[in-house]
DNA sequence: CAGTGGTCTAGACCACACT
DNA sequence: GTGTGGTCTAGACCACTGC
């Protein structure tokens, strides 16, 4: 019984088999459940299961794939250890979701020196500014597009506790982003990544950041309302859809007088 | 046969068994793999398997728990997820080092804007200063010591192709680390947490970094060989060994005009 | 109570690295 | 070939959730 050659596993798209391509170069070798995995994660994106919601049961998912539960259980086991799913005991498991995620700005490593644990400062956001425009060589090469292809930028402020602390501009594909408007990033009330979710079925997944500090110039200064030349974290980053598609860039500036960047290593 | 109850799982120190502590509070639960995952550990930080040798493959630790090997597999995935341990497929588990990792730096999250990746510089490193002195009360709080413990102090410059880049201060316990000095260090050739490893049975598991913007004042200036007030990156780490004890606090300052910090979010 | 994820076992076979 | 980690299966039972 144990090991039936990992054949053909699925009942829907079409069943990719035992080791790699056929084209001949590397032997390649994929186990069954990264293939399942790979089919999960196109479910994903199709949106077939949409933020939030429950996937249905390892014992449902194995024999819809035709493999045993286990094997479902080690493909989502990954998923859920890079936060594309959350498992919980005795409920299910479900696609995860920036929104109400019971920890807002879940890609916002700034924190507040104090831990003095109250209510957590609710952030306020000031959208100054929201355009659409044309790519140049940089925003292009960052977010895979044509030099010239529509973008939408968007610039705002957060500030924590009356005090402007983050200052970002935001680049988005304009092709994925149509009905976008300033209106309508003031009027949602949470991450901007949820608006992206329940709006345009655009889920962030992974994120890249290159930080530096930098010196605030005139108008950036102003803006945050401190004397030009503070330093400042200058925090970039390109944030990526399932299959590492990357849909957003934003250039971020921290100050980090009372906050500071937390990172764990290991 | 399955899930014979969970007890005197182990032949050596003493066992934990069943559930959660005997002092009545929460019911706590532990799974089986996670007390194999403490006993590993145990064995790990008393030094009973070395900085890059192999454990006894997974068939030897399931006979010498008393357990199936599947069990003993989920315990030492969860210690190589951590990069406590590496695998190898056909040769066997091995204890992670810093050692020749062929990654020098493990920790070291800031690489050169341009991905030229020609040989990559190597790093030349001038300690400043190593003495002895006693915590005052900042670095006793973050070693988990009383202030006036004797403490080793290091300061050193790196520079990568001839540009002097970072500049860090470094607390070490003075009890941990008797024979160091900085002829020692000057010597040694290598990442510092090798060096700590083979020389101090001190092995660095996990850090902490706290980042900030700063402005050069005019001694870190001159040793960076730039103007006094230039922006500079602030990150202060705090490396832990095994059971997350505190061994190392660091002061670092990146100039970032040429490298950047990188980091990815997920 | 039934349903879901979580743990544990046992055994078979595969892929990889040495010798 | 032998030994190691890696994959896959099948089945049993435990822990948590909600009806």
Not at 250 to 262: E, I, Q
Request: proline residues 7%.
């Amino acid at each position: 019984m144990a090991q039936t050659p990992p054949s053909f596993a699925d009942t829907e798209p079409a069943a990719p088999a035992t080791t790699g391509g056929a084209s001949g170069a590397a032997p390649a070798f994929s186990p069954l459940y990264q293939q399942i995995k790979g089919l999960i994660l196109n479910s994903l994106r199709l949106g077939e299961w949409k933020p939030g919601e429950p996937i249905p049961s390892e014992f449902d998912l194995a024999a819809r794939f035709r493999v045993s539960q286990g094997t479902v259980r080690k493909a989502v086991d990954e998923l859920a250890a890079d936060n594309l799913l959350v498992r919980r005991q005795g409920k299910g498991t479900f696609v995860a979701t920036h929104a109400a995620q019971h920890i807002r700005y879940r890609f916002l490593k700034l924190v507040p020196d104090a831990t003095v644990r109250d209510r957590e400062a609710p952030a306020t956001r000031t959208i100054v500014e929201c355009r659409r425009l044309r790519a140049n060589a940089d925003v292009a090469r960052a977010l895979n597009l044509r030099s010239g292809d529509p973008v939408l930028q968007v610039r705002r402020v957060l500030a924590f506790a009356e005090r402007p602390t983050i200052l970002e501009d935001i680049w988005l594909p304009g092709s994925s982003f149509k009905g976008l408007t300033a209106e309508r990033l003031r009027e949602h009330d949470g991450p901007m990544y949820a608006l992206f979710e329940t709006e345009f079925g655009v889920r962030m997944v992974r994120a890249e950041e290159k930080i530096r500090a930098v010196a605030a110039d005139a108008q950036q200064a102003e803006l945050l309302r401190v004397s030009p030349g503070v330093p400042l974290l200058s925090v970039e980053r390109i944030a990526f859809t399932y299959h590492d598609v990357p849909m957003e860039l934003r250039r971020g500036l921290y100050l980090t007088d009372s906050h500071h960047y937390r990172n764990e290593l290991s």
